[in-house]
C-alpha cells in the first residue's frame, strides 16, 4: 500500500461512525483550526533549530491536518484529498508557464508580476457593486506581522511606498511621537491605536531593509530567551536563584554581563 493511502485508511478508520477515535470524531473544520496552525509553527521551529528529524516528524503532522480537512469535506460530499492535491497540481502546472510550457520572463520582477497576474485571474469574480482591489485575498485569519508586510507588499505594487528607507525610518519616528504624546495625555484609545501604527511603520522598515518581519521578530524572540536564560543561571550560581529577591538595577546589571559575554 502507497504510504499516502495508508493515512488516509487511518483516517478513514478514525473518523468510523462505530468503531472510531472519540476525540477524531467530535472535531469539526473549526475545531481543529488550531491545532493546525501550532503544527505549522512546530514545522518553522524545527527549521529554525536546523533539526531534519523533527521537520520529518513536524511535516507528518501538519500533512495529517490536510488529510484531517480532506475527510471532513468528503463526509460534506464536498470534496477529498485526491481533489486537493489534483487542484494544487494544475494550479503549480499553470503558474508556472516557463517550467511546463513555453513561456519566459526577463528577470524576477518580470516573473513575479506574471505570478501575481494569474493569481488575480484565479480569483472569483467580485460582485458587480464591488471594486477590485489591491488588498484582496490577504486573508484576516494569518499572523499580524506576516499580514502587515503583504498589505505593505500589495500597496507598493501600485507606486504607494515609500522610495528610501530612510521615509520609513522618519515615519517611524513620528509614530513613536505620537504614542508618547497619546501616553501623556492619558489617552488609552489613542494610546493602542498609535501603538498599533508605530509596529505597522516598522514592518515597513524591516520590510525595505530586505528582512521578514514574522522571522526577524521570531529571531528576537529567540535572543531574549537564551539571554535570559542566561542571566538566570548566573544569578543562580551566585546564590540567587529567585530573581524577585533583586531590584531593577542588580537584574539590569547581570543582563548586561550576559550581553557581554555574548560579544566577546
Known sequence: MHPID????????????????????????????PHTLEE??????????????????????LLFQVVFYARLAKERQAFDFHQVVDGICEKMLRRHPHVF????????????????????QERQVQPTNSIESQMDGVTRAMPALVRA????RRAARV????????????????????????????????????????????VNVTRLLGCDA????????????????????????AGTPDL?????AKLDAAWEDVKAEECE
Not at 149 to 152: G, I
Not at 179 to 199: F, N, Y
Request: aromatic share 6%; proline share 3%; with cysteine.
Open 6 to 33: 495508508r493515512l488516509l485508511d487511518i483516517m478513514d478508520q478514525l473518523r468510523d461512525p462505530q468503531r472510531g477515535c472519540p476525540w477524531d470524531l467530535k472535531q469539526t473544520f473549526r475545531s481543529i483550526v
Open 40 to 61: 505549522a509553527y512546530e514545522v518553522a521551529d524545527a527549521i529554525e533549530q536546523g533539526d531534519l528529524q523533527e521537520l520529518r516528524g513536524e511535516l507528518g503532522d
Open 101 to 120: 510550457g513555453e513561456a519566459s520572463y526577463a528577470d524576477d520582477r518580470a516573473l513575479h508580476a506574471a505570478w501575481d497576474a494569474a493569481k488575480r
Open 149 to 152: 508586510e503583504k498589505l505593505q
Open 159 to 202: 507606486g504607494f511606498d515609500w522610495p528610501q528607507v530612510a521615509g520609513a525610518i522618519a515615519k517611524t519616528r513620528e509614530e513613536l511621537s505620537e504614542v508618547e504624546q497619546a501616553i501623556a495625555g492619558d489617552q488609552p484609545a489613542r494610546i493602542e491605536d498609535e501603538l498599533g501604527d508605530l509596529l505597522f511603520a516598522v
Open 214 to 237: 514574522e522571522q526577524t521578530l521570531r529571531a528576537a524572540n529567540v535572543k531574549f530567551e537564551r539571554r535570559f536564560r542566561a542571566m538566570e543561571r548566573r544569578l543562580a550560581e
Open 244 to 248: 524577585t529577591a533583586l531590584d531593577l
